[in-house]
């Protein structure tokens, strides 16, 4: 069975601390990786797509990155607007899409 | 690009009522759209698997009876939640991947339905 594990459940940085989201998977077949942020009573908005280990993205203070077990989300130097909860999701063989429980991630001024 | 719409954004019915929620890809055609259910401070659980022109797939557990999807177009979904008791209250996400795009695509979200049973 897919698994996707997501930790912490819960960060809370100051204003410019820098800081990773992990994102574990176990898929049959990995075809795509996807982090997704989500703010309270709003649905999901795609960040990034990763397909392949090595590969990296970036958008803004985030940088996504891939391994052949576990994606990683940094934050540099983090605004009280990056407050949000992240999630990753993964595609395997047959396109089903697992998602993780989420990081809750409070940036503090 | 890729917008999700989805309609109402919160509703509040009264127990043994139905409501329809509906979903809308705005930019794009979708052959298949998902609706997912979501507890507070928890993942996303997917519902269905609602496919155009034939009949939704529905995960285990889940009511086929009481949870009505009909997806009559590329690019509207519905959901009815029939018969609602309280414990249908919860946050309900659609969403939909572009037909265009390739099986491992990224799926764009609507931004939820906070459904209330009193």
């Known amino acids: 069975e897919d698994q996707v594990t997501q930790s912490p459940e819960a960060l809370r940085l100051q204003e410019g601390e820098s800081s990773s989201l992990n994102c574990s998977y176990t898929?049959?077949?990995?075809?795509?990786l996807f982090w997704y942020r989500q703010d309270p009573g709003k649905g999901p908005e795609f960040l990034f797509t990763l397909y392949s280990a090595g590969e990296e993205k970036e958008k803004e203070r985030l940088k996504a990155t891939l391994t052949k077990k576990e994606s990683f989300l940094h934050i540099t130097a983090p605004k009280p607007e990056d407050s949000a909860t992240y999630l990753c999701?993964?595609?395997?063989?047959?396109?089903?899409?697992?998602f993780g429980g989420g990081t809750r991630l409070m940036v503090k001024p | 690009g890729a917008v999700v719409s989805q309609h109402p954004s919160r509703v509040i019915c009264k127990s043994g009522t139905s409501v329809k929620i509906e979903c809308r890809s705005l930019?794009?055609?979708?052959?298949?759209m998902f609706w997912y259910r979501q507890f507070p401070k928890q993942s996303l659980m997917l519902m269905a698997t609602s496919n155009e022109g034939s009949k939704a797939t529905y995960e285990q557990g889940v009511e086929k009876d009481k949870f009505l999807i009909n997806h009559a177009s590329l690019t509207l979904s519905t959901l009815t939640v029939t018969s609602a008791h309280p414990e249908d209250s919860s946050f309900y996400i659609c969403?939909?991947?572009?037909?265009?795009?390739?099986?491992?695509?990224?799926?764009?979200f609507g931004n939820g339905t906070r459904l209330t049973v009193t």
């Open positions: 930019d794009f055609q979708a052959t298949t």
């Open positions: 999701a993964a595609y395997n063989a047959g396109n089903m899409l697992t």
């Open positions: 898929v049959s077949g990995l075809r795509g």
């Open positions: 969403s939909a991947r572009d037909s265009g795009g390739a099986g491992n695509s990224p799926l764009h």
